[in-house]
């Protein structure tokens, strides 16, 4: 009994002290009013569907790698009417729960390079902020930029999907536990994701998971562990500073985070379940996803 317990807060702890805070910080929130964006009523069946839609985001996060920005984003934007900057300040604050929680599930189940942890999130630190630079220079050109990573992104989108399923009449290749990479490869890796999450204003995995697979040959779980630990730095920097610019409703960012910390514990404890074939046909169809919005938006069509 004593060592299933011990197992129980060796695994869930750090999600119970998240909740918990989360918690505390929404009594505060709503007993003193002292952060707020532009924010909007929310009821109980809007309160269940900012949850729900947490939840799903931090399954799809915990099993690919992503912090769940493609989910969050358009849900609270194009279904709830949340305005725009609003709707990214508070994805971007519930994507820091997403990779906590996510993060250590991954930790201690061993899904995840601490030392290539360490190099992308410290180099891509740097990059957030100078592509946070450079998108004041180059905002006007901000629809170009999304039309040309869209067309970059449908190649590795197309490799995944076609490898995945060529994977089935060939067997299952072993599976590493590192991520066989220089730190210096690593840094240069976290330094472009940073400069891309700076300038288009999503989280990095979409980029850095098939990165890690094909510039690296990374063993795609722990590729998707490690990718989703790296967004912790890059995540507080940018939800930080969204916060500081009043860009965050706190009432819908913190039941987005309330959802997101159960579904990416949920999300990291069944990714085992899935063949790697499995998990990169599920990727590529969400990277295929991504890169036919980003064309697609630069022609004013909008798809959800």
């Known amino acids: ?38 924010s909007i009523p929310v009821g ?58 996510g993060g250590y599930a991954h930790l201690v189940r061993r899904n995840l390079d601490v030392n290539a942890t360490l190099w992308l999130g410290s180099s891509g630190i740097l990059g957030v902020a100078v592509g946070s630079w450079l998108f004041t220079m ?10 040309l990573l869209g067309l970059a992104f449908l190649w590795p989108a197309a490799r995944m999907i076609w490898e995945s399923l060529a994977a089935g009449t060939r067997g299952v290749k072993r599976e590493g536990a590192t991520i066989p990479a220089s730190g210096m490869g690593l840094a240069a890796l976290g330094s472009v994701i940073g400069i891309l999450t700076g300038l288009v204003g999503l989280g990095g995995g979409y980029a850095l998971v098939p990165g890690l697979i094909y510039l690296f040959h990374a063993p795609v779980y722990v590729t998707m562990g490690t990718s989703l630990a790296t967004m912790i730095p890059l995540a507080i920097v940018g939800g930080g500073i969204k916060l ?19 579904g990416a514990q949920i999300g990291a404890a069944v ?19 991504v890169a036919v919005k ?8 909008t798809i959800w």
């Open 1 to 38: 009994m004593s060592k299933t317990i011990n197992s129980f807060w060796r695994n869930y702890a750090p999600t119970v002290v998240l909740l918990l805070f989360i918690t505390g910080l929404a009594v505060w929130v709503h007993s003193t009013g002292t952060i707020k964006a532009e």
């Open 294 to 301: 980003f064309v697609t938006t630069y022609f004013g069509v």
């Open 244 to 262: 500081a610019q009043g860009f965050v409703d706190m009432g819908a960012g913190l039941l987005l985070a309330g959802g997101t910390i159960v």
């Open 138 to 147: 180059l905002a006007g050109h901000a629809p170009l930029l999304g039309l």
């Open 44 to 101: 109980m069946p809007k309160a269940i569907a900012l949850l729900t839609i947490g939840l799903f985001a931090g399954v799809l996060g915990g099993l690919i790698g992503t912090g769940g920005c493609s989910v969050m984003l358009p849900a609270i934007h194009f279904w709830m009417g949340y305005p725009a900057p609003v709707a990214i300040g508070t994805t971007l604050f519930a994507v820091i729960f997403t990779a906590l929680s």
């Open 271 to 289: 990714i085992t379940r899935f063949k790697p074939a499995t998990l990169k046909l599920i990727f590529g169809v969400y990277f295929l996803y």
